[in-house]
């Protein structure tokens, strides 16, 4: 076995423990993906003079994406992934005790996707509250999203979890918690580069050639959705899942959904964008 084999095997998920409190690696990795994205919004909305956001007025909508995210990733978890634990054990959504056992084990379980209904949903809401344009709010959204996309897949890496589909692939592991010593894709990795860093990249280029408020945020559905939808050949699904349609995954059909949803949404834009121009005499 050559040493990238069993990595994961050699990575602690957990950073450091103090009494019954600890740390982990995802926590730390969606620290950094969260301070690192916002940080690229903050370029991109301070240079917009459509919509002149002040420091404090940005903290704030720092504020708002964030419980977005987290809102939307837990909840949309807790509806498409694992619904009748949490119909069981509601108070699971909050605690970060093992229902079960009472073990510590922090919030544990987060939907991509309902993560990004969190931020959509909180955009919209920021926009009403402050008087913002909301596409424009979200087109910069969708080219910050993706360093943060990396990060989260570079934590679920370090956690161990999430892991792929068994290979004979020389760059395949080995990962404990897969309990067969089987090597499997590392596609956590996969999606950090395609979720992350190529959309990142797609999505800065494709800036360049944006010509109304929205069309960011379209392609970003589109192209999130088509890679996720393609990746997700290469990972394990959710044991308490499973294959939910033939062979696909629940997560491309969600991924589907948000492919549908851009394609909605560009018609719908466009449409709207139309209809507002000046009738020519």
């Not at 919509?51 to 903290?59: A, E, G, I, R, V």
């Not at 990795?189 to 395609?194: K, M, N, S, W």
Request: charged share 15%; hydrophobic share 55%.
């Amino acid at each position: 076995m050559m040493w990238w084999q069993s990595l994961p095997e050699r990575i602690d998920p957990t950073l450091f423990s103090v009494g019954g409190f600890s740390v982990s690696w995802y926590g730390v990795a969606f620290l950094c993906g969260a301070v690192i994205s916002l940080s690229v919004l903050w370029r991109g909305l301070s240079r917009d003079r459509a919509l002149m956001f002040s420091p404090d007025t940005f903290l704030d909508f720092s504020l708002f994406l964030l419980v977005g995210a987290v809102v939307g990733a837990r909840f949309g978890y807790a509806l498409f992934y694992n619904p009748a634990f949490f119909a069981e054990h509601p108070l699971s959504l909050i605690s970060p005790f093992d229902a079960r056992t009472g073990v510590w084990t922090g919030v544990a379980g987060m939907s991509a996707h309902g993560g990004m209904l969190g931020i959509v949903f909180a955009a919209f809401l920021f926009s009403w509250r402050y008087q913002k344009p909301v596409w424009k709010l979200l087109d910069h959204i969708a080219q910050s999203l993706p360093l943060a996309i990396f990060f989260g897949r570079i934590g679920n890496f370090l956690a161990g979890e999430l892991f792929g589909r068994v290979t004979t692939l020389p760059w395949g592991m080995v990962f404990p918690s897969a309990d067969d010593m089987l090597l499997h894709h590392p596609s956590q990795l996969y999606e950090a580069v395609g979720e992350g860093l190529v959309l990142w990249l797609a999505l800065f280029l494709l800036a360049k050639r944006n010509r109304f408020p929205g069309q960011l945020l379209v392609w970003a559905l589109a192209l999130y959705g088509g890679i996720r939808f393609l990746l997700e050949y290469f990972r394990l699904p959710d044991p308490q899942i499973g294959f939910v349609l033939y062979d696909f995954t629940l997560g491309q059909l969600l991924s589907l959904l948000v492919m549908i949803l851009s394609a909605t949404l560009l018609f719908w834009i466009k449409n709207r964008e139309n209809a507002i121009l000046p009738r020519a005499e």
